[in-house]
């Protein structure tokens, strides 16, 4: 069974930092794509960056610049450094991954969500 459990959110000023964590587990061998998403209130989820195993990388218009996607294929986790954060940036945000191995060879096609974390900026 996969889990995904992330953590770093919080509260912040705007023009402040946060970093999120988001650690992979259920005898997962290697991911191909992990990203992160968030949802505002009253506002549809949106893609925030993704990073595949080749290193691509994808990120919203919002926050290229401001906004890092890395990841430890080791420790199977993915981190997203959040800097200069705007109140606009406030939103519950998701950890998702895509086209798992697994210990053993079995290759899993399907996504994964994690719970979220919320974080919010002050102005």
């Known amino acids: 069974q996969v889990q995904l459990v992330e953590s770093g959110g919080g509260l912040v000023q705007a023009g402040g930092s946060l970093r999120l964590s988001c650690v992979a587990s259920g005898r997962i061998r290697s991911i191909n794509t992990m990203g992160w998403y968030r949802r505002a209130p009253g506002k549809q989820r949106e893609l925030v960056a993704t990073?595949?195993?080749?290193?691509?990388?994808n990120y919203a218009d919002s926050v290229k610049g401001r906004f890092i996607i890395s990841r430890d294929n080791a420790k199977i986790t993915v981190y997203l450094q959040m800097n200069s954060l705007q109140p606009e940036d406030s939103a519950a945000y998701y950890c998702n991954v895509a086209g798992l191995t697994y210990i053993g060879g079995f290759y899993d096609p399907s996504d994964y969500w994690g719970q979220g974390t919320q974080v919010t900026v002050s102005s």
């Open positions: 990073l595949t195993t080749g290193r691509s990388t």
